[in-house]
Every structure is written in structure tokens, then in C-alpha cells.
């Protein structure tokens, strides 16, 4: 099954200083038919205006992914991280017990991020933060793995959860498969361009719910940028 949420049917906000567009409900946007993805719990589709961002503030038990898709966001938190993560690089914080942090758009233009909130699959354990640069020509024509909560995938940013964040970068008419499993839930946004999946269009920041798919074989229409989800049910 292929569920698109076309970019337009999204709930959102407009602050001035943040344009955010919501995949699933999100402070004052609520929609029953869109709490959750299997364990992922949010996909915010932010832009930031240069000079401004998020003030410090508190999350706790939940796994954060920050996608960069544009300009850079700096962090920084009570634990003493700091970080700068630019386009194409992705950061992870695992809020545990309790974390504050802030993140602000540092640079001269508008920064475009993702941010993907992933249910954990164990409570209260220590916060932590990290981040990762994934040149995009290392993902050409293939999905490589962002962050993970497997042991196995040594060379993505841990995660604490049952799921993977992953990235392709598609030229068109070029296909990726990715082994998901008709028992996984999947979410895939194409960053920019379009996409087809059992064909199926998906457009520049549209949302795809797929579940009930072995195998994932996503084909570009247009030269394309991915990030895919895929969490447990």
C-alpha cells in the first residue's frame, strides 16, 4: 500500500521566522488519520529565516533527526555539544531522560531542514547528540544509511529505535531498491525532484506511507534527493 500526502495537503505554520509544514499532527495541527507512521512520530518540513531559530527548550524519550537540506543549523545544549550540520549532513540527539537544547539558523540565507521524531524503543536512558557529514556522491543511485539502530550499520549515526533513516540521491530514470518487508512501515519524501513507486508519482515534499512492500524500488522522473524512513510497526 502507497498512501501519498501531497506537500499542499499538509497542516502547518507560518511564524515569520518559521514556515513549517507537518506529515503527522503537531502542536496546533491535528489530524486522527495522521498521529503516526508505525514508531515514527513526527516529519516536519521546516524553513528558517537567517538570524533566528529555536531558543533553548526541553524533549525527552525521543529519538530526533535533523536533515539538512539547506544553508546549516548550529546546535547547541545543556551537555555541552555544540555543532554546525550543513546541507546533505544529518544530526541525531537522543533526548533519554531529559535534554535541552537550542538551534539556530547561524547563516547569511534561509536554512531547510527535516526533522524526523522517532518513538525509542527503551525509556530514560542517558541524552546524547551527534552529528555526521553523508556527501551526497556517495549515495548516487543507491540508499546509504543516515542513522540506525542497529549494530550493524556501523557507519550511520546511532539511533535508539527499531528503524533507519536513509538517503539516496537518484538521477533520472535511475532506480534504488531498499529490502523492507511487508511487516515494516516506511516513509519516504523526495527533497527535490519526483519520484516513482509501483507507479505511483511522488513529488518534491510529498509524503509516501508504504507498508506491505518486500522489496522498495523507488525510480527517479526527475534528478532527485531522498530520505527514507523505516520503522517498526
Given at each position: ?41 513526527v ?59 537550542s ?61 533507519r ?33 509501483e ?35
Open positions: 500500500m502507497i498512501d501519498v500526502r501531497s506537500f499542499a495537503s499538509l497542516g502547518g505554520a507560518d511564524h515569520g521566522w518559521l514556515k513549517a509544514k507537518h506529515h503527522f499532527s503537531f502542536a496546533d495541527y491535528h489530524d486522527p488519520e495522521r498521529v503516526h507512521w508505525g514508531a515514527l512520530r516529519w516536519n518540513d521546516d524553513t528558517i529565516a537567517p538570524g533566528t531559530g529555536f531558543p533553548p527548550h526541553p524533549h525527552r524519550d525521543m529519538e530526533i533527526i535533523t536533515y539538512v537540506r539547506k544553508g546549516a543549523i548550529t546546535h547547541q545544549d545543556n551537555l555541552g555539544n555544540r555543532g554546525r550540520t550543513e546541507a546533505g549532513d544529518v544530526q541525531v540527539m537522543s533526548a533519554g531522560s531529559g535534554i535541552t537544547h538551534e539556530y539558523n547561524r547563516e547569511p540565507g534561509a536554512t531547510e531542514i527535516f526533522q524526523i521524531w522517532i518513538i525509542p524503543t527503551e525509556r530514560g536512558r542517558a541524552p546524547s547528540w551527534g552529528a555526521r557529514p553523508f556527501p551526497k556522491e556517495n549515495r548516487a543511485g543507491h540508499f546509504v544509511t543516515l542513522a540506525s539502530g542497529y549494530e550493524s550499520d556501523a557507519d550511520a549515526l546511532p539511533i535508539r529505535t527499531d528503524a533513516v536513509l538517503g539516496a540521491t537518484l538521477k533520472a530514470g535511475q532506480t534504488a531498491e531498499y529490502a523492507l518487508g511487508t511487516e515494516r512501515h516506511a516513509y519516504l519524501v523526495p527533497s527535490t525532484g519526483a519520484v516513482e513507486i507507479g505511483v508519482r511522488v513529488n518534491t515534499r510529498d509524503g509516501a506511507a508504504i507498508t506491505g512492500t518486500e522489496t522498495l524500488r523507488v525510480t527517479a522522473l526527475e534528478d532527485a534527493e531522498i530520505v527514507l524512513v523505516d520503522a517498526a510497526a
